[in-house]
């Protein structure tokens, strides 16, 4: 892996911001992140998100921290936070930021135990595929504190296999419709494509029930997108 990513919020962080990030999956067309949106602050973040923050208790874990704005918002109001990414240009800008714990490392390598672990921006997206949901549910569950929870948001992206008459598209041969090749590119370069998964709500219920947690729907958003309390 390039960490194109990583070099991009460096680059922000830096003071050298002269383009965004373009995102692209193997179903929609390219698309700007704009790199000051991951710098944003608390009231800049939508209700999805402040609504996380808000149920944060405890010790917690900001898992694909990214450049740790949720983590820093948490800090800054008391929490003891611990932020990890798998991207060394965003540990470095989290470090960066004043965050006071953050490693280098896949939500996988981790053994410490929280009363909150958040994963936000898409958070069932670091499962990858929907045949890795089971175990990393499991290693999740392993994480939590007695009377813990996760944070976890994602989007239901069936509508993008939607044609104009309400009918649905979709192979029902093929893989479940949220696994999504995920590309990225940044100032001409191009990172390795990578497995993104969207899940519906419906799905991580199941997938959660099978494991033993309990799934609760916290909040809709305002694009097909929720945020579930596990348990």
């Known amino acids: ?23 692209s999956t193997n179903i929609s067309e390219e698309d700007i992140l704009p790199l000051p949106y991951l710098f944003r602050n608390y009231s800049e973040m939508p209700k999805l998100e402040q609504k996380a ?9 900001d898992v694909g921290c990214g450049a740790a704005s949720h983590s820093l918002h948490l ?3 008391g929490f003891d936070v611990k932020a990890i990414d798998i ?44 045949d890795q949901v089971g175990s990393y549910l499991k290693h999740l569950k392993q994480l939590l504190n007695t009377d813990g929870q996760i944070l976890i ?15 649905f598209w979709m192979d029902v041969n093929a893989n479940y419709y949220g696994e999504l090749d995920y590309y ?27 494991v ?4 609760e729907l916290v909040i809709e958003g305002e694009h097909f997108d929720y945020l579930a309390r596990l348990t």
């Open 184 to 210: 990225l590119s940044y100032k001409g370069e191009k990172e390795e494509p990578m497995t993104w998964l969207y899940m519906d709500f419906n799905t991580l219920f199941t997938a959660c029930k099978a």
């Open 75 to 77: 800090q800054q109001q």
């Open 87 to 130: 991207s060394k240009g965003a540990i470095k800008v989290s470090k960066a930021r004043g965050i006071k714990h953050s490693e280098l490392k896949s939500v996988l390598e981790e053994t410490e135990t929280f009363d909150t672990i958040l994963l936000l921006m898409n958070g069932t997206g670091i499962f990858q595929k929907i």
């Open 212 to 215: 033993g947690l309990n799934c």
């Open 153 to 167: 948001d994602s989007s239901d992206i069936s509508y993008m296999f939607q044609d104009d008459d309400g009918g």
């Open 53 to 61: 923050l808000s149920l944060c208790k405890g010790k917690v874990l």
């Open 1 to 23: 892996m390039k960490d194109i990513f990583g070099q991009a919020l460096l680059d922000y962080q830096n003071g050298n911001y002269t383009e965004d990030l373009i995102t």
